[in-house]
Structures are given as structure tokens and as C-alpha cells.
Nanobody, 126 residues
């Protein structure tokens, strides 16, 4: 199983980036996929999650209204569109996956995810 996150980079505050997570080695349409982020010395923070059929995604409070998660099952890819970026969004972003059978209230728990990508750095300058 391989999760490949890409699309990170540097952007000015107020700008936008799109991250992508390409998943190989599992039945993508049976998996819940999430984004987390982690700053040095801090715990991973839930960003967003999307279930196998798309449905209604879930978002962390700090990104609601600014970030949008979507998936393309034909390409085994989950995208994270990040708008109105702030300096506090400067961290490493990780994608993660697990079988879709999970109550929605647990989507934000990192311990629920079996597979993780390597992370991609986002840097927002003011």
C-alpha cells in the first residue's frame, strides 16, 4: 500500500494551494481517506476526511470554510483545496486511509487510520 502526497510548496498569506494524495495497493473505493497536519513538537491535527462515495466530508474547526476535500475514485486520488491560507497553516500535511466502516465521530482520530503517506510541506509567508 502506498499513499503519495504532493502539491505542497510556498505561498503568500491569502493564497491557495491544492494537495493531492494518490493511493495505490488497495481497493480505493472501499476506503475512507483523511488529511492530517503536524507542526514540529505538536500532535497531529485533523484537517479533513472524505468517505468512499464522496458524501459529506468532515473538516477540522481551524480549516472549515477555507479548505475543501474531494476525491476522484477513477484516479484513486483525494484532493485538498486550501484557500485563504494563513501563517498557521505552515506545517507538514499527511494523507491517511482506512477501511470505510468507521463512525463519523471517529474520522478525526489519527489512531483509526492504517496507512499513511510521507507528508508534504506547506509554507505560508506573510
Amino acid at each position: 500500500v502506498q499513499l503519495q502526497a504532493c502539491g505542497g510548496g510556498s505561498v503568500q498569506a491569502g493564497g491557495s494551494l491544492r494537495l493531492s494524495c494518490v493511493v495505490n495497493g488497495l481497493t480505493f473505493t472501499s476506503y475512507l481517506v483523511a488529511w492530517f497536519r503536524q507542526a514540529p513538537g505538536k500532535r497531529r491535527e485533523f484537517v479533513a476526511a472524505i468517505e468512499k462515495s464522496g458524501g459529506i466530508p468532515s473538516y477540522g474547526d481551524s480549516v472549515k470554510g477555507r479548505f475543501t476535500v474531494s476525491r476522484d475514485n477513477a484516479k484513486s486520488t483525494v484532493n485538498l483545496r486550501m484557500n485563504n491560507l494563513k501563517s498557521g497553516d505552515t506545517v507538514v500535511y499527511y494523507c491517511a486511509a482506512r477501511p470505510n466502516r468507521l463512525v463519523r465521530s471517529a474520522w478525526s482520530s489519527e489512531v483509526q487510520y492504517n496507512y499513511w503517506g510521507q507528508g508534504t510541506q506547506v509554507t505560508v509567508s506573510s
